[in-house]
């Protein structure tokens, strides 16, 4: 299974259009379109987005060798999988996280000033 046919895999299993997989990685979905055509290889920042974006290996994703689709198991969308987690709570809940979510921005803040 090559690269192009794990790309419409990942997508199709995620329930997904070809424009709303292109918006969760950043592209175009006629970018997404001629990448799953065939016409436009896929950048190495292409590859890592699909990756992390998706909770798939990389060299799986590359790996034109490796059929193992095992490593679907975990591919969700990551940000989609925190927003239905987060919409579930209460709204008092919903502040406790927006606060801790604050305060690391805040400390990852700090700690970047402190390197310079």
Known sequence: ??????LKLIRKTNNLTQAE???SIGISRG?????????????????????LMYNIDR??????SNND????N???NLVALIMDKYEQLDDDYKKFV???INQLL????????EGE
């Open 1 to 6: 299974m090559n690269l192009v046919e794990k």
């Open 21 to 23: 997989f292109a918006n």
């Open 31 to 51: 970018n997404l379109a001629n990448i799953e055509l065939g016409k436009v290889a896929p950048t190495q920042v292409f590859i890592n987005c699909v990756s």
């Open 59 to 64: 060299n799986w994703l590359t790996d034109d």
């Open 69 to 72: 689709l095992s490593v679907l």
């Open 74 to 76: 975990g591919s969700t």
């Open 98 to 100: 927006e606060n801790q």
């Open 106 to 113: 805040e400390l990852q803040s700090r700690k970047g000033h």
